[in-house]
């Protein structure tokens, strides 16, 4: 079964630092999506992007964050000065459609980022 | 603002037992409901979903019951394994965005 991959799995990072996570979507996707999941808490939206541009964002998506399609394969989460409460699981996820319309959105299996 | 959520943080089981989670969401326009499965130290694994024009749906061991009228979505999962312990998320999807609202997340535990 095809799969969505993320690197890396855990990074340790110091505050202030530059941060990129990498995520391969499942190659038949359009759509794609960042999550974060705070410790302990449930998973929140961050961002959607489709077609080289940024669908939506929510207000946690602030001028620190970025995402970009460099290539045909993957996509990136960029956090540029990392803090301390930016320390949770970062998720990719990916899908063949928007909304529901009977797509099923896939999840990666996570990067950890620790903020020390 | 508007949220989905889950009534209780944990639910103990016997295996063999069934298993019912709750969900209450509070956005009547959500069209399309999905519960999620996450493992430790893992990323959410979809189970089934549910469009708001059926108020059920079967898969394998688990059925999806959604009622529009008090707004609650629910997951049966018929004879509770050990492999079912995990936390189950409750999700809505904001209406052709794609950007899924979760709820808080239950925590399964299966006593053998």
């Known amino acids: 079964e095809p799969e969505v991959t993320q690197t890396p799995s855990h990074q340790v990072t110091q505050m202030g630092q530059e941060v990129i996570l990498r995520c391969v979507p499942i190659?038949?996707?359009?759509?794609f999506y960042w999550y974060r999941q705070i410790l302990g808490q449930k998973v929140e939206f961050l961002v959607s992007?489709?077609?080289?541009?940024?669908?939506?964002k929510s207000e946690i998506f602030d001028d620190q964050f970025s995402v970009e399609r460099p290539d045909g394969s993957n996509f990136t989460l960029k956090i540029r000065s990392t803090k301390l409460e930016d320390s949770a699981m970062y998720f990719c996820?990916?899908?063949?459609?928007?909304?529901?319309?009977?797509?099923?959105?896939?999840f990666g299996e996570g990067s950890w980022l620790t903020v020390v | 603002g508007e949220s989905v959520g889950l009534h209780l943080p944990t639910l103990s089981v016997q295996e063999g037992d069934n298993s019912i989670i709750n969900c209450a969401y509070s956005n009547s326009a959500s069209d399309y409901f999905i519960w999620y499965k996450q493992e430790s130290g893992k990323g959410p694994q979809f189970i089934i979903d549910?469009?708001?024009?059926?108020d059920k749906r079967q898969g394998q061991r688990v059925t999806v019951l959604l009622n529009k009228t008090v707004k609650h979505l629910s997951l049966q999962i018929a004879a509770t394994q050990p492999g079912d312990s995990a936390v189950y998320f409750c999700a809505e999807i904001a209406s052709n965005t794609g950007k899924l609202i979760f709820g808080q997340g239950t925590t399964l535990q299966v006593k053998p």
């Open positions: 992007f489709y077609n080289n541009e940024i669908s939506e």
């Open positions: 996820a990916s899908s063949r459609d928007p909304g529901p319309s009977g797509n099923t959105i896939y």
């Open positions: 549910i469009r708001s024009n059926m």
């Open positions: 190659s038949n996707h359009l759509y």
